[in-house]
């Protein structure tokens, strides 16, 4: 990791932040809006088991977007991260194009907007490409857990 440019090594800082504080705030507000909510709105979409489904992506938008967030078992948690995402796209916004902000009309109480399509998550899957092939980063989890394997392997 010695022959890699100090500016690539931060980068992950910023992709994680973004990337898990996103997920996070997706999950908890899907959460906020009560137990039913959004396992409602996947039942009308005709997701199978729509409340194992939508507490099931709950908690991997909230505990996957921490995970992110601290660099932790980064390749682990994007796994289901990005099943989530692919599935967000194939159910949800495929159908609306790719561009995620459709100005409809201005109004006299502000800019209305059309239903997203899928390029944000496109966007987070990018970035959580870019966490697993490039690693967490400086100030991770995983890159604390790595430095100390090290440690212990040039000790004994």
Not at 82 to 101: C, D, E, K, Q, R
Not at 112 to 130: M, N, R, S, V
Request: with cysteine; proline share 7%; aromatic share 10%.
């Amino acid at each position: 990791m010695n022959n890699v440019p100090l500016g690539a090594r931060w980068a992950a800082i910023p992709l994680r932040l973004i990337v898990g504080f996103g997920f996070m705030q997706h999950g908890l507000a899907k959460a906020a809006r009560g137990p039913d909510a959004f396992p409602a709105i996947l039942q009308a979409i005709g997701v199978p088991a729509p409340h194992l489904m939508g507490w099931a992506t709950i908690l991997v938008e909230i505990f996957g977007g921490l995970a992110i967030l601290l660099g932790a078992f980064v390749v682990l948690a994007s796994l289901p991260m990005a099943v989530v995402l692919l599935v967000a796209i194939f159910t949800v916004h495929l159908p609306y194009g790719f561009s995620s902000i459709k100005l409809v009309a201005v109004t006299a109480s502000g800019a209305q907007f059309g239903p997203p399509g899928y390029e944000c998550d496109l966007l987070y899957l990018a970035c959580l490409a870019a966490l697993v092939l490039g690693g967490s980063g400086p100030w991770s989890v995983d890159g604390f857990i790595q430095a100390r394997k090290l440690r212990k392997r040039s000790s004994s």
